[in-house]
Each structure stands twice: as C-alpha cells, then as structure tokens.
C-alpha cells in the first residue's frame, strides 16, 4: 500500500458531509444499483468493498474478508480506521448513524475524510441498507466496539458499545432484501472476479474471499505486490506473450496519478481495461483517450526515426492496438462520472496526464529495449497491411452481396416485418433443420438464415479473412449493421439473433463460433443483449397417441412419472439427434413459438472472464482449452458465456 502518509490523519464526525436525506432508493433501487437483477445483488457487495477500499486507498487498510454466509448474507470486514461514531456536528447524530441512513453522507465531499475515493458518492452505505432486509454494522475504534442494527434502512437498535477492543475497523453485515431483488443467490465466482481485480488494482492490499454456504467452505486470499503488472500477465495467461516483461508506467500531477501496464501477445485482438479510483469504467473515457493517443504516435515517432517506417507510411491507433493487453488506472479528487453507473471518465485533465506518462515513458523503454520496440512495431505495420486487405476484401463483398444495395444472401429466407424491434433471426446449421426451420416459422417476423459446415474461427484470425469468408459474409449481410469498427447497431435488422444449433458436441461448438465472431467482431449485439441462444428439447416421451417434451434428464423424468401415472404404463422414450429430424411443427411448437419457447440469452457481464473463456477455447494453447473442457463438460449443453 501506500506509504505517502506517514502520519494517522484523524477521520472524525467533523469530515462527515450530509447533502441530502435518504429518500425513494426503495421505491426506484435501479436509479442506484443499475437494476434489480443479480448485476444489482451483487452491486450491493461491491459498495460495501467499496468503502473499505476507500480506506486502503487513504493509507490504512491492509486486509479485507468477504464471506457469503448460509442464506445468502454477506460479511465485509476491514483493517481501515472504523467509521466515525462521534457526533457529526449538521445533524446532532452519531456519524454512523448518518453514513448507514443518509443518502449523500460520507468521507467524499471535501470534509477531509479522503482524498480519492470509489463508491457512489457517499451513497453506497445507505443504499444498501435501504434495499437490505436487515443490516447490522460493528466499528472497532478508540479501545471500544460499537453496534448498530437496521431493518430496511430503518433503526432497530440505536448505537451501543457492545465490548472493549484492540482493533480498528469495520465489519458489515446485511441480508438483501427478498422484496427488492429478483433472485438473492449470490455467485461466488462472480464476487471472486470482482475482488481478484480489486487485489491487481491495490498492490499490497490482502482481500479474502470465502464461501461458507456448502458442506466445505470454499476460500482464497489474493494480494499482489506487482499490482497491475500482474495484472496484465493474469490476463495473458492462456495467450503467447510476444515480450515476457510487462511495460509499466506512472506518475502524478498534484492529487492525480496514474499508471498503465501493457503487454503484447501474438493474437489479434485489442483488450483494454481502464479504472478510475479502482472502479472498472468499460466505456473508457479521457484516460484512454490519453493512453491511445500517446501510444500511436509514440510507435508512429520511433518507427520514422530507426527507418522503420518509410514516408507517410503510418500505422494507425487500431493497428498499434492489435494484440494489446493494457491494464489503465487512474485515482483522482474529484472524479467525474458520466452516468449513474460511471461507465465513462471525463476529467480532461486525466487525459493530459495520461498521455504525457506514455509519451515520455514508453519512448524511454523503447530505446532502451529496441527488440521488443521492433517486434510491437512489426506486428502494428502487418496489421496496417491486414487492414488495408480487409478494407479492400470489404469492397469485394458489397459488390459481389449488394451489401449497400439491399441484396440478401440466397440462404435467407427474409420475414416480412420491417421493424428491426419486432423481427427475429434464426442462425441454423443445415439445409434439412433449415428447411423445418423455413416451414415452421410464423414468417410476419421470424427470419431463417440457412449455415452449412463449419465457420471459420475468427479467434486465429485477421478481418481481412473473415470479409473473404464465404460461411460469414451472408451472415453480415443479413444483418445489415457492418463488422469491427464500422458496427453501427442503428442498422441492424434484427433485435433478436437467435442461435439454433443441435445440443450436442458439434453443435456447442458451432455456438461457440458464432459467439466468438459476434464477441470479436459485433460486440455491441451481445452489449444490447440481442443475442440469444434457442434451446431445444432434448427427449420426446410417447404414450399411445399422447407425445410430449422434455428439455433437461430431470424433465424427462418428472414427465415420464406424470405420463404412466397410476397404471404404469409403458412410456416411449427416444432422443432427439437434432434439429433436422423434427418436422415443422414439432419444431414451432418446442423450439420458435413465442409464447412456449425458451430463450438463453447471451450477456457480458464480465469482460475479463468472457475473454478468458473465448481466448481458451478458440486458441492457439492447447492445455488451457484441455483443461477447460475436462473441468466444465458437465455443463457443457448449458454454457452461458
């Protein structure tokens, strides 16, 4: 951590700032957490982690624990000073009381309690105890150990000194409310990511998690002294590195720092993390900006001074990008948000202290390291050259496809809505599930768009392969909306792209396929959540002239108990090979039919983890995807990526 701050600032009720009551998070919780959802459930956690980490930030924590607990409760636990439970002078109130029942109360607002700090600007506490069903918080501070109960962000028992202690810090502990949230079983190796990243992000900071919900409590404990050049290493661990040490850069200017770790592999793609007083920021905002520029004209210089590039000859900011594994983050005073959810950074000032940092210390490594200079400079020019055969490959297609002149693709069989919100496409593999597809559709919205064969795996390879690939261009054409950068969403004439492969092996991976190549190359179809995933039965269960589905080995049984019921008798059982052997009916009525099918739509709910998943199955290392498959072949029908 942190030794900027050698001596104990005091952190009393004093440097509590009050703005404003706590009103209405009950009533519109998704104004404050995103949504109601599992996202929401788990924001909960990460605003409490939140605060502790806020204390690690300032200098003054060194370890926190979260522990989900049978019932789905959750336990934070820090190191840090222990909130106030002082007088804090505006309201007359212990402070404590006033973090956990005041909106807008907190150390953040220029009270002197922090200089930078994550969270939802002072909302973070009183939230989640608005949308808890109870809530109860002990502080270890000045020799003694203070309680607090709530129940649905209400008081039900005033702060008492409960002990004598020789600790500092705080301990949270609250029950989401069943009345708020759609489901409340928290997800352990969502949480486990959340604080993996918060550990690379705060180099020295210890953070447990455990899971004491099953028979065996699962746990771990993450602290990285590298920080976030183990950061970038993490992520390139199922890639090539193309150089084995990370480049790393800081500085500050004032209260603001920053400092970026980047590392090149031999794939294709671009992964790019940005934060800002440690929260993710995934639409990237001025310290990317800072960063891309920098970088581009950083490679652009060294290249025309050693030769390497000739005239105007100029890699562009993309082509510096390709392969690229950075690892961006930024603490600030006084950081702007744009949106609730601070998907975006907008401090210009951040930009400039970016790019400087980059520009001045890249430089200097480069020279200092002139083979990794060349080899990132080379694999930036190769892509340069890609690019310029893609761009032309891409002219090819629209005059062969009429890809600008509305000319679809013979395997489409087009529905007649014209309202992208009211129409749905199937992708299906085969002319014979094709042609069931074709037949049994409600053609007014339902599209059908006929594969054959295996596509290419867009994971090993570059755009200008893909734009010549006869297996996906009728697939972007029919779309309508472009790939890569020039992807406009406003184009597409679907709202539902519906994936209908067989559940087997071969037709996992033909999912898994076209996942990659929207993942890649269309990702704002999965960000919109426009891609889905049909999923068809897996058992038809026949009793004289009665016939039913099922969908799951449990479903099979439950229905074939129902079916020979107390006569016991004989119940036909058979499989389903694939799609092309039900005819058009069977397949409307199980698979397509609106009001009786079911959908699995695909979300991205973490990035990392996404890339992770695309990068072993579909790459290059051979060991990674191995292990993978042997660890997860049981869910194998129902992966959701």
């Known amino acids: ?207 447990t998690i455990t899971d004491n919900r099953g028979e065996e409590p699962i746990s771990e404990t993450m602290c990285y002294e590298g920080g976030i050049r183990e950061f970038a290493v993490w992520c390139n661990r199922n890639k090539t590195a193309m150089h084995s040490d990370v480049i790393y850069m800081s ?4 209260d603001a720092s920053a400092e970026i770790a980047i590392q090149y592999n031999d794939g294709y793609n671009e992964f790019l993390l940005s934060f800002a007083n440690d929260v993710r920021t995934p639409e990237g905002g001025m310290h990317e900006t800072g960063f891309k520029t920098a970088l581009t004209r950083v490679l652009n210089a060294y290249g025309l001074k050693n030769g390497i590039i000739k005239g105007d000859d100029k890699v562009s900011g993309e082509d510096c990008r390709e392969g690229i594994t950075a690892i961006i983050s930024v603490k600030l005073t006084d950081a702007q948000f744009e949106g609730q959810t601070k998907a975006k950074l907008g401090n210009a000032y951040i930009r400039t202290l970016v790019d400087s940092i980059v520009t001045q210390q890249l430089a200097e490594y480069f020279e200092e390291h002139p083979a990794t200079a060349k080899l990132i400079l080379e694999k930036a020019m190769m892509a340069n050259r890609a690019r310029e055969a893609a761009r032309k490959a891409r002219e090819s297609i629209r005059r062969k496809t009429g890809l600008e002149s509305g000319q679809m693709p013979d395997k489409l069989q087009d529905c007649n809505e014209r309202d992208p919100g009211l129409c749905e496409i199937y992708i299906v593999e085969g002319d014979s599930a094709a042609g069931s597809a074709i037949q049994g559709r409600d ?52 709202h539902k792209v519906i994936i209908m492969s067989d559940a087997d092996v071969d037709g996992a991976h033909i999912r898994t396929l076209l996942l990659t190549f929207f993942f890649r190359y269309m990702r704002p179809l999965i960000e919109n959540g426009y891609v889905y995933s049909a999923v068809p039965p897996l058992y038809k269960l026949k009793k004289g002239k009665t016939e039913r589905v099922a969908y799951s080995d449990e479903e099979r049984d439950l229905v074939s108990a129902e079916m020979r019921g107390e006569s016991g008798a004989k119940v036909e059982i058979s499989r389903f090979k694939g799609l092309g052997e039900m005819d058009p009916d069977e397949l409307w009525e199980t698979t397509m039919d609106p009001e009786k099918r079911s959908l699995r739509r695909i979300t991205l709910d973490d990035a990392v983890r996404a890339d992770e998943i695309f990068t072993i199955l579909m790459g290059e290392q051979v060991e990674p995807r191995k292990e993978w498959i042997e660890r997860n072949a049981r869910y194998a029908v129902n992966i959701d990526i």
């Open 1 to 207: 951590m942190s030794d900027e701050t050698k001596v104990i600032q005091e952190y009393g009720a004093e440097q509590i700032q009050v703005l404003e009551g706590l009103e209405a998070v009950r009533m519109r919780p998704g104004m404050y957490i995103g949504s109601t959802s599992a996202s929401g459930l788990h924001h909960l956690v990460y605003e409490i982690v939140d605060n502790a980490i806020d204390e690690a930030l300032a200098g003054y924590c060194k370890h926190i624990t979260v522990t989900i607990n049978p019932g789905n409760s959750i336990t934070v636990t820090d190191d840090g000073r222990g909130i106030p439970v002082d007088i804090q002078p505006q309201t007359g109130r212990p402070a404590l009381e006033v973090v956990y029942t005041v909106l807008h109360a907190g150390g953040k607002f220029g009270g002197g309690g922090y200089k930078v700090s994550g969270g939802l600007h002072g909302v973070g506490a009183s939230v989640v105890n608005a949308l808890s069903q109870w809530l109860e918080v002990k502080v270890y501070k000045n020799g003694k150990i203070h309680q607090m109960k709530f129940a649905r962000g209400n008081i039900t028992q005033e702060m008492t000194i409960i002990g004598n202690t020789e600790k500092n810090g705080t301990e949270v502990t609250f029950q989401p409310d069943p009345e708020m949230f759609d489901t409340l079983e928290y997800d352990y190796a969502t949480l486990h990511e959340r604080m993996r990243e918060e550990a690379f992000l705060n180099a020295g900071l210890s953070i």
């Open 251 to 254: 500085g500050n200017k004032g």
């Open 443 to 494: 053609s007014r919205f339902q599209a059908i768009l006929a594969m054959w064969g295996k596509m290419l795996n867009v994971e090993k390879a570059r755009a200008d392969k893909i734009y010549g690939n006869d297996k996906l261009y009728p697939l972007i054409v029919a779309l309508g909306a472009g790939i890569g950068e020039e992807f406009d969403i406003e184009k597409l004439r679907y």
